[in-house]
T-cell receptor, first 116, second 114 residues
Framework: GAGVSQSPSNKVTEKGKDVELRCDPI?????LYWYRQSLGQGLEFLIY????????KSGLPSDRFSAERTGGSVSTLTIQRTQQEDSAVYLC??????????????FGPGTRLTVL | GEDVEQSLFLSVREGDSSVINCTYT??????LYWYKQEPGAGLQLLTY?????DMKQDQRLTVLLNKKDKHLSLRIADTQTGDSAIYFC??????????????FGRGTSLIVHP
């Protein structure tokens, strides 16, 4: 079956504009994660969805960042009033539910965001 | 929060063994993952170890865990040019929101030359 897909693959925007990034997880995966990978840095956790539970938003860097997951499947990460420091690759991953982190994450190819 | 450190680069000759090291700070980490990212591709799980183990072997891969020193290593035997990639250490810890989330290091670029 298909893996995790993300769109767009590249996004260039102007400072101050809003952007939406989309993630389609693997069918049947109830867990979905968003990460940010800045140049030369590790993956920074942003937000985690698990089934119908309230999302873990503890990694979101500011209130300009938000994410939704509709119908337990597709997720959208929204960045409002983008800043140049938001430029990064945004990665989405999905997994089956696991106990205390015992679940392999399947990553999408990422969306490269460039804020001019 | 968790801090994960890896050296940024490792260069080895084809056929030699590679050892990629990782140190972390959260002693309550449950699972410790190694992910691989090949050029132009997404991250893929390579192997993992549960925190109550000290060694795991999987074909050419050997994972060693020293919980006391919070040190994790990945050894690749008979390294091939196809092993050239970025390797990420990712121990799982509880995030401040209560979920178990892998924390990724910056990754080690493994360069294999003939």
């Amino acid at each position: 079956g298909a893996g995790v897909s993300q769109s767009p693959s590249n996004k260039v925007t102007e400072k101050g504009k809003d952007v939406e990034l989309r993630c389609d997880p693997i069918s049947g995966h109830t867990a979905l994660y968003w990460y940010r990978q800045s140049l030369g840095q590790g993956l920074e956790f942003l937000i985690y969805f698990q089934g119908n539970s309230a999302p873990d938003k503890s990694g979101l860097p500011s209130d300009r960042f938000s994410a939704e997951r509709t119908g337990g499947s597709v997720s959208t990460l929204t960045i409002q009033r983008t800043q140049q420091e938001d430029s990064a690759v945004y990665l989405c991953a999905s997994s089956l539910p696991g106990v205390r982190g015992s679940n392999e994450q399947f990553f999408g190819p990422g969306t490269r965001l460039t804020v001019l | 929060g968790e801090d994960v450190e890896q050296s940024l680069f490792l260069s080895v000759r084809e056929g030699d063994s590679s050892v990629i090291n990782c140190t972390y700070t959260d002693s309550s980490s449950t699972y410790l993952y190694w992910y691989k990212q090949e050029p132009g591709a997404g991250l893929q799980l390579l192997t993992y170890i549960f925190s109550n183990m000290d060694m795991k072997q999987d074909q050419r891969l050997t994972v060693l865990l020293n919980k006391k020193d919070k040190h994790l290593s990945l050894r690749i035997a008979d390294t091939q040019t196809g092993d050239s990639a970025i390797y990420f250490c990712a121990p799982v810890q509880m995030a401040s929101g209560g979920s178990y989330i892998p924390t990724f290091g910056r990754g080690t670029s493994l360069i294999v030359h003939p």
